[in-house]
């Protein structure tokens, strides 16, 4: 299994604990809103890494250092997904929150 090294396994969720329901349902709220902030800021930083990675090997090619010319269009590509991986997490998260508005209490 040599060429799947960028591949990470999933980690499983660790059990919250028998807790009372007020301490335990404080707890995973803000473990909640912690995960989805945690997942929101790797996929900005994951777009950020890679449009810089681009513009790298934009600058690499057009001063003539860039020894493989195929990896731009990769790098591109990769910037590219990771764009509309943010956009989908961002209007999936609108979504949501338009439900919960929706929703009586």
């Known amino acids: 299994m040599e060429g799947a090294g960028f591949i990470t ?19 995973a709220a803000s473990a909640g809103s912690s995960l989805f902030k945690d997942i929101f800021k790797n996929t900005v930083d994951q777009v950020r890494e890679t449009q810089a990675d681009v513009e790298y090997k934009q600058y690499l ?30 209007n999936k998260t609108l979504e949501s929150y338009n439900e919960l508005i929706k929703m009586s209490v």
Do not use: C, F, Y
């Not at 396994?9 to 707890?27: A, C, F, R, V, Y």
């Not at 003539?64 to 764009?83: R, T």
């Open 9 to 27: 396994p999933i980690k499983l969720w660790d059990p919250i604990g028998e807790m009372g329901n007020e301490t335990q349902s404080t707890i």
């Open 61 to 90: 090619l057009a001063t003539g250092q860039l020894d493989d010319v195929h990896s731009l269009p990769i790098a591109e590509a990769k910037a590219g997904l990771s764009v509309d991986v943010l956009i989908t997490l961002r």
